[in-house]
């Protein structure tokens, strides 16, 4: 494609982006709710600022304008806008543009925020405590994401890369730097080969767009940057345990998304499960093996420590079994969303789109408690999936159809720019994009005081 070509189509970045947040913020204008005298000044406590508790914390308090004490803790003094964890570890975005500040942004909507790590909650009392102190509640909402499930395999926990915070992000961005470097000056071809082999296990969403960005970035990054190495030396792998790609989604997605990954470059093995991971590779449960130095883990979740330690109904995971109007039993006054909720007898997709519609559900079955009304069943509505594949190509659902190319890879920024909160991280990844989509890739390998060089 023609540079000036490159620079007509980057503007569509921003106007799908701009146009959808528009539109969705027009669509969602909800009016103020007034509550009995005797509900006002309730304190709402939301552990997580995730998409599920930024959700509800947003919701509640969009409808009350200061009538509840709304108080949303999280260990970070961000948000931490997941499905771009994949962009920084490819070195698509900037960590900042996945970061968005929660300090800013709290105030402004009379949210209290407070940055401390959940030590342990007791339902019992109404009471949290956190490593800086104790709080206390009326209605508990827990939304505190999930952690990498390695399901059970040790080796995978030691030597494998999780996707799952911002520092793996960046730890995975880092070291496949690493290995450029020490692949440029390897002399011995079979070495220099594995330290360009990237496996990624898992083929989720999540894995489907790190093996694509991961060989288009790469691929041009090593024909830019790297005279001493061929791009045909590059091998990216994608490893996934069962018969298809993208498991919850349909076949017609999953067909399309391994042809425009094999289209790519991109190597599938499917029924294929990890068996150990190692420095030197992996050996999968068939006994074939793989020489790789790097090994990407972006499969599996598990609640964190202190939801899967709670002594109330659990669910698969460590999660929280909740029913239908997302309260867990016996107390009522709690509830769960997001990865921490699972709903009884109707589960429903970990994705960021039910962790949104979640949270504002359960927003608004706190305002019916508080009015003395019953709350209601919560109702999944499937507004279709998106998932970017590599460079300017990706798969998309709306309803019963499937597109695939660049409509899809557009329509995903479009709908992820959307969803991004503040203008300011619209603005730097929109830049990032804009950067990455013209090839201008920062490899930049920036060591904090005591790292060695690899």
Not at 132 to 137: A, E, I, N
Not at 143 to 165: D, E, I, V, Y
Not at 370 to 377: D, F, K
Request: with cysteine; net charge positive.
């Amino acid at each position: 494609m023609k540079q000036g070509s490159k620079w007509g189509t980057a503007p569509l970045l921003v106007l799908g982006g701009l146009g959808g947040y528009a539109a969705i913020r027009l669509a969602h204008s909800p009016p103020t709710r007034s509550l009995p005298p005797d509900s006002r000044g309730k304190r709402v406590v939301i552990l997580g600022a995730g998409f599920a508790g930024l959700a509800a914390a947003s919701a509640l308090a969009d409808q009350t304008h200061g009538q509840l004490r709304i108080t949303l803790l999280d260990q970070n003094n961000f948000h931490l806008f997941t499905p771009m964890l994949y962009q920084v570890a490819t070195c698509a975005v900037e960590p900042h543009s996945a970061a968005v500040p929660l300090r800013p942004l709290a105030p402004r909507r009379g949210i209290e925020f407070v940055s401390a790590r959940v030590t342990g909650v007791d339902p019992a009392q109404h009471t949290i405590n956190t490593a800086s102190g104790g709080l206390t509640y009326d209605y508990l909402v827990i939304a505190l994401g999930s952690t990498t499930s390695f399901f059970g395999n040790a080796s995978a926990q030691r030597h494998a890369l999780p996707l799952k915070s911002l520092e793996d992000g960046v730890a995975t961005r880092d070291h496949v730097i690493d290995c450029l470097e020490r692949a440029a000056r390897e002399t011995d071809a079979l070495q220099r080969r594995a330290l360009l082999t990237i496996l990624v296990i898992g083929g989720g969403a999540t894995g489907v767009e790190t093996a694509g960005s991961m060989r288009g970035i790469l691929e041009h990054v090593i024909a830019r940057d790297y005279p001493a190495l061929h791009k045909d030396e590059l091998r990216v792998m994608l490893v996934e345990a069962g018969p298809k790609l993208l498991g919850h989604m349909p076949a017609a997605m999953a067909k399309l998304a391994a042809s425009e990954l094999r289209r790519a470059g991109v190597e599938i093995l499917l029924n294929s499960k990890a068996a150990e991971v190692s420095p030197s590779g992996l050996r999968l449960e068939d006994g074939q093996t793989v020489a790789a130095r790097t090994v990407i883990w972006a499969t599996g979740v598990h609640a964190s420590e202190i939801v899967s330690g709670l002594d109330l109904p659990h669910g698969p995971g460590g999660s929280l079994l909740v029913n239908r109007c997302l309260q867990t039993a016996p107390f009522p006054e709690v509830f769960a969303i997001g990865d921490n909720a699972h709903v009884e007898n109707a589960p429903v997709p970990l994705l960021a789109a039910t962790a949104v519609q979640q949270g504002e559900w359960v927003a608004a079955n706190i305002l019916r408690l508080l009015r003395s009304e019953p709350p209601r069943p919560f109702h999944y509505k499937d507004l279709g999936n998106v998932v970017s594949i590599g460079h300017r190509s990706g798969v998309a659902r709306f309803g019963s159809h499937v597109i695939g190319g660049f409509a899809a890879w557009l329509a995903w920024r479009a709908v992820h720019l959307a969803r991004i909160t503040t203008f300011r991280n619209k603005l730097l990844t929109t830049l990032d994009w804009t950067m990455s989509y013209l090839y201008d890739i920062d490899t930049a390998r920036v060591r904090t005081p005591g790292e060695k060089a690899a």
